[in-house]
């Protein structure tokens, strides 16, 4: 349960995002593991978290890596057996941690038995009916079905060869070709992810994500480029999930990726009977800006109000440009179709580390729960020079490199050493890590950081440690203080303040009996620039 008033714990949780490939290979791989992420789970409850979120760890072709899934009940081998995960579940649990899985409701991989029997079994079949098949335009189809793009470049549609040899019917995939989309108006769809739901909520799991988690349900303008959301179709889903998810004993979760500009839409799939929370994207894209954080709060804040859901702050995720780079650069907020013109902006890593550290105390801060990517405690930055021969991603390859993609956040942790795999793989691996890391990371291994009082790690560290602790932090109220041109700050009750100054010149701190923590020592009795503190009030 959560210290406020006695919630259930996802209400104001800390939740660490591991992504699995690249958190820790114990076999030598250079591939992460299910046996590295064991070996490292007292550093996640030493750090103070209450939950782990994973990533895609099903077989899967890597498409996308690991969200084009191949098999929803099984783990994929690279990460190990499903015996190695109910272990983890369970040794994360002994020491206090809760673990939330990735679902991907929206498509499957195009390995998956489903989508090879659709292919096999022909035109009209009750297999294709599972999937988004249909004939071409064209005198012979020999054009898709619409003009519809996909989110990761290129068409949405892909023909196929039917079994006799022929060009056939074409498919929906809004992301990758490798990525058939659902047809969720099918039952038998609809049944199976209830299957798949119960398969690892009896396996102790202790929340779902949802991947895409607003475009399940489609209605095709056949005659234009756009896909429309089935907007009720999505919520009775979501209805039927809940219901699944309350019948379990203990407190579990159901969160949802939901890239919705509308608040009132974000905030219809928070209902009492859908959704326990969702991604709080707006927040995340925001330029350091103090007053475009701050609407970017208010309006957060007003959303889920109605519904008496708690709001979710988060500063990165495995999709995103790292903060210490996004925050080192004159435009700081993030958008995908920007990714390549903001690359090309100058770039103070420096100035990028002092607002991420000054971003974080902001985020833990702030009322309901939190989430962080692995390596956003370590303070590392975007990897902008991976060479283009070793780039994985679909949205570099499918936009022909007008997309830079997404691996540069993916880059494996570092844990000690002064050279790569810098404790990432084991000294005797047979293989590099499947992404390159820079060799200037040395300085930012979890073991160079450990002791170090002036480190990201050690900041982490003490904010998780005061946010546990401390009555007024977790899920509640915020009361803004008046402040300076430039400058955030609020109370919450009892007895605490944030300021964070995101001005260009050193404020004062509004009165306060005792300093908590700081991002950076103050400049006397000031709060320098890019700078956050939490006070006792």
């Given at each position: 349960?959560?210290?406020?008033?006695?919630?259930?714990?996802?209400r104001?949780?800390?939740?660490?995002?591991?992504?699995?490939?690249?958190?820790?290979?114990?076999?030598?791989?250079?591939?992460?593991?299910?046996?590295?992420?064991?070996?490292?789970?007292?550093?996640?409850?030493?750090?103070?978290?209450?939950?782990?979120?994973f990533?895609?760890?099903?077989?899967?072709?890597?498409a996308?890596?690991?969200?084009?899934?191949?098999?929803?009940?099984?783990?994929?081998?690279?990460?190990g057996?499903?015996?190695?995960?109910?272990?983890?579940?369970?040794q994360a649990h002994?020491?206090?941690?809760r673990?939330v899985?990735?679902?991907?409701?929206?498509?499957?991989?195009?390995?998956?038995?489903?989508?090879?029997?659709?292919?096999?079994?022909?035109?009209?079949?009750?297999q294709?009916?599972?999937?988004?098949?249909?004939?071409?335009?064209?005198?012979?189809?020999?054009?898709?079905?619409t003009?519809?793009?996909?989110?990761?470049?290129?068409?949405?549609?892909?023909?196929?060869?039917?079994?006799?040899?022929?060009?056939?019917?074409?498919?929906?995939?809004?992301?990758?070709?490798?990525?058939?989309?659902f047809?969720?108006?099918?039952?038998?769809?609809?049944?199976?992810?209830?299957?798949?739901?119960?398969?690892?909520?009896?396996?102790?799991?202790?929340?779902?994500?949802i991947?895409?988690?607003?475009v399940?349900?489609?209605?095709l303008?056949?005659?234009?480029?756009?896909?429309?959301?089935?907007?009720?179709?999505?919520?009775?889903?979501?209805r039927?999930w809940?219901?699944?998810?309350?019948?379990y004993m203990?407190?579990?979760?159901?969160?949802?990726?939901?890239?919705l500009?509308?608040?009132?839409?974000?905030a219809?799939?928070l209902?009492?009977d859908?959704?326990?929370?969702?991604?709080?994207f707006?927040f995340?894209?925001?330029?350091?800006?103090?007053?475009?954080?701050?609407?970017?709060?208010?309006?957060?804040?007003?959303a889920h109000?109605?519904?008496?859901?708690?709001?979710?702050?988060?500063l990165?995720?495995?999709?995103?440009?790292?903060?210490?780079?996004?925050?080192?650069?004159?435009?700081?907020?993030?958008?995908?179709?920007?990714r390549?013109?903001?690359?090309?902006?100058?770039?103070?890593?420096?100035?990028?580390?002092?607002?991420?550290?000054a971003?974080?105390?902001?985020?833990l801060?702030l009322?309901?729960a939190?989430?962080?990517?692995q390596?956003?405690?370590?303070g590392?930055?975007?990897?902008e020079?991976?060479?283009?021969?070793l780039?994985?991603?679909?949205m570099?390859?499918?936009?022909?490199?007008?997309?830079?993609?997404?691996?540069?956040?993916?880059?494996?942790?570092?844990?000690s050493?002064?050279?790569?795999?810098?404790?990432?793989?084991?000294?005797t691996?047979?293989?590099p890590?499947?992404?390159?890391?820079?060799?200037?990371?040395?300085?930012?291994?979890?073991?160079a950081?450990?002791?170090?009082?002036?480190?990201?790690?050690?900041?982490?560290?003490?904010?998780?440690?005061?946010?546990?602790?401390?009555?007024?932090?977790?899920d509640?109220?915020?009361?803004?203080?008046?402040?300076?041109?430039?400058?955030?700050?609020?109370?919450?009750d009892?007895?605490?303040?944030?300021?964070?100054?995101?001005?260009?010149?050193?404020?004062?701190?509004?009165?306060?009996?005792?300093v908590?923590?700081?991002?950076?020592?103050?400049?006397?009795a000031?709060?320098?620039?890019d700078?956050?503190?939490w006070?006792?009030?």
């Amino acid at each position: 349960m959560s210290k406020a008033d006695n919630q259930p714990w996802w209400r104001d949780a800390v939740i660490y995002q591991v992504y699995p490939r690249s958190f820790a290979d114990a076999n030598g791989d250079g591939v992460g593991d299910l046996a590295g992420i064991t070996e490292r789970l007292p550093y996640l409850r030493g750090l103070g978290v209450d939950a782990l979120w994973f990533s895609p760890w099903y077989p899967s072709p890597m498409a996308d890596a690991g969200y084009d899934v191949a098999d929803y009940r099984d783990i994929d081998p690279m990460f190990g057996t499903i015996a190695e995960a109910e272990a983890l579940i369970g040794q994360a649990h002994a020491t206090g941690m809760r673990v939330v899985i990735d679902i991907v409701p929206n498509h499957c991989s195009d390995a998956h038995p489903w989508f090879q029997d659709a292919l096999a079994a022909g035109p009209g079949s009750a297999q294709r009916q599972r999937f988004w098949f249909r004939p071409g335009r064209g005198r012979d189809g020999e054009l898709p079905p619409t003009e519809l793009r996909s989110i990761f470049g290129g068409p949405a549609w892909t023909r196929v060869t039917e079994p006799d040899g022929t060009p056939g019917e074409w498919y929906l995939h809004l992301f990758a070709a490798q990525q058939p989309d659902f047809n969720w108006a099918n039952a038998e769809v609809r049944t199976e992810f209830l299957d798949v739901l119960r398969f690892w909520l009896d396996r102790g799991v202790d929340g779902i994500r949802i991947d895409s988690a607003a475009v399940l349900m489609k209605e095709l303008d056949l005659a234009g480029e756009t896909a429309y959301t089935d907007v009720d179709g999505v919520h009775e889903i979501y209805r039927e999930w809940r219901s699944l998810t309350d019948v379990y004993m203990g407190e579990r979760v159901l969160i949802g990726e939901l890239w919705l500009p509308d608040h009132q839409r974000f905030a219809d799939y928070l209902r009492p009977d859908e959704l326990h929370g969702a991604f709080n994207f707006e927040f995340l894209c925001c330029p350091w800006d103090a007053t475009r954080l701050r609407a970017a709060i208010d309006e957060s804040m007003a959303a889920h109000a109605p519904v008496s859901a708690p709001a979710t702050w988060v500063l990165s995720n495995h999709d995103v440009t790292r903060p210490v780079t996004r925050f080192g650069r004159t435009d700081s907020g993030f958008s995908f179709p920007d990714r390549l013109r903001r690359r090309g902006l100058p770039l103070d890593l420096e100035l990028g580390a002092r607002r991420a550290r000054a971003g974080a105390l902001l985020c833990l801060a702030l009322p309901g729960a939190a989430y962080l990517y692995q390596g956003e405690e370590l303070g590392l930055w975007e990897v902008e020079d991976i060479p283009t021969e070793l780039l994985q991603d679909p949205m570099f390859h499918r936009s022909a490199g007008a997309d830079p993609g997404r691996d540069g956040c993916r880059v494996p942790m570092p844990w000690s050493d002064v050279e790569p795999p810098f404790g990432f793989s084991p000294r005797t691996a047979t293989s590099p890590p499947w992404l390159p890391q820079p060799l200037a990371w040395k300085d930012l291994t979890v073991e160079a950081q450990t002791g170090d009082p002036h480190s990201m790690l050690e900041l982490y560290r003490a904010a998780l440690r005061i946010r546990a602790a401390e009555p007024a932090l977790g899920d509640g109220e915020l009361r803004w203080l008046s402040a300076p041109e430039g400058v955030l700050a609020f109370a919450r009750d009892p007895g605490f303040a944030c300021v964070v100054n995101l001005s260009p010149a050193a404020v004062p701190l509004p009165p306060h009996e005792s300093v908590l923590l700081t991002s950076k020592p103050l400049d006397g009795a000031a709060l320098p620039p890019d700078t956050a503190a939490w006070l006792r009030r």
